[in-house]
């Protein structure tokens, strides 16, 4: 059974900080590609970032510069380390896999900047 549980979201002001985490069992996670996504009221979910198994590395044009995403395969996980928040970025966030040709979702951690 595949699990992505995510944490870390939470209210931080504008210009802070804050960093996601997901946790994935199920898969062997190694030899995934994994993807952050995020949903606004009133708007489409919406790619963030992505990683592939081997680390390669694609971002959105809004969050270039100020996000990171990066993974550790020995602990089944992947980050998405948010600088300099916009109350743009305020958001209900995913992490997402596809493994054998279906998709895998989490839960979501929600996202708010204040300004």
């Known amino acids: 059974q595949v699990q992505l549980v995510e944490s870390g979201g939470g209210l931080v002001q504008a210009g802070g900080s804050l960093r996601l985490s997901c946790a994935a069992s199920g898969i062997d996670f190694s030899m995934n590609d994994m993807g952050w996504y995020r949903q606004a009221p009133g708007k489409q979910r919406e790619l963030v970032a992505d990683i592939t198994r081997r680390g390669s590395t694609n971002y959105a044009d809004s969050v270039k510069g100020r996000f990171t995403i990066s993974r550790d395969n020995a602990k089944n996980t992947v980050f998405l380390q948010m600088n300099s928040l916009k109350p743009e970025d305020t958001a209900v966030y995913y992490c997402?896999?596809?493994?054998?040709?279906?998709?895998?979702w989490g839960q979501g951690t929600q996202v708010t900047v204040s300004s």
């Open positions: 997402m896999t596809v493994d054998r040709f279906r998709p895998y």
